[in-house]
C-alpha cells in the first residue's frame, strides 16, 4: 500500500507542477506552453533559402520540429511525424538546426520527409522555441498559439501528442478549453 500512495503522490505533485503523465510509458511528457511566454516568431528559410512564414498557417494545427540529421532520436521520430503530417487540418514543419545544405540535402536525399524542412542556421529559433534539448516539438493552435511542448523523442506507439493534437483540431471558435 505504501508504494500505491507514493505513486500517486508523485503524480499529485507532477499535476501540480504542470507537468501532464503520459498513458504509458512510452508515451511523451507533454508540458504546456508557458502562459507568459508569447510564441516566437520563426525565423528560418526553406531548403530554396526563401523565408518561411508560419502566419500562413494559420487555421491550422501546426507541429513545430525541431531535430538534426546527427541526432538519432531526431531522425528515429521522422515516421511518427511523417504519419501526422498526412492528417486533415494539421500541418508539420521540421525546423533542422544549424547544419549546412550539404549535410541536410544528403539526409532528406535518402530519407525523404513528406513535410517542409527549414533551416535555423545560426541555432536562433531553437533557442526561443526549446530548452536546449533536441528534438523539441512544439504544438500550435490554429490562431498560431504555441500550445503543448514535448523535449525527446516521439515513440511510435505514442497517443498523447495525438490526443492533444484531437483536442487542438476539434477547436473551431478560437477558444482556449482545458488543457487535459
Known amino acids: 500500500m505504501g508504494s500505491q500512495w507514493r505513486r500517486l503522490a508523485a503524480a499529485a505533485v507532477l499535476l501540480a507542477a504542470g507537468v501532464h503523465a503520459p498513458a504509458s510509458a512510452r508515451d511523451v511528457v507533454l508540458r504546456p506552453w508557458p502562459a507568459a511566454q508569447a510564441t516566437p516568431p ?28 546527427w541526432c538519432a532520436p531526431c531522425v528515429a521520430e521522422i515516421p511518427v511525424l511523417a504519419r501526422l503530417a498526412g492528417r486533415d487540418g494539421l500541418a508539420v514543419v521540421g525546423v533542422n538546426y544549424k547544419e549546412g545544405m550539404p549535410a541536410i540535402r544528403g539526409f532528406t536525399d535518402g530519407h525523404p520527409i513528406p513535410y517542409p524542412v527549414l533551416r535555423d542556421r545560426g541555432g536562433d529559433a531553437f533557442k526561443l522555441w526549446s530548452p536546449g534539448v533536441m528534438p ?24 498523447a501528442l495525438g ?10 471558435d478560437g477558444a482556449k478549453p482545458h488543457q487535459e
Open 136 to 159: 523539441t516539438t512544439v504544438v500550435l493552435d490554429r490562431q498560431g498559439r504555441a500550445r503543448w511542448r514535448t523535449v525527446g523523442e516521439i515513440p511510435a506507439d505514442d497517443t
Open 42 to 69: 520563426l525565423d528560418a528559410v526553406d531548403l530554396d533559402g526563401k523565408p518561411f512564414d508560419l502566419a500562413r498557417l494559420r487555421g491550422k494545427v501546426v507541429v513545430v520540429n525541431f531535430w538534426a540529421t
Open 163 to 172: 490526443r492533444a493534437i484531437d483536442a487542438l483540431l476539434a477547436e473551431r
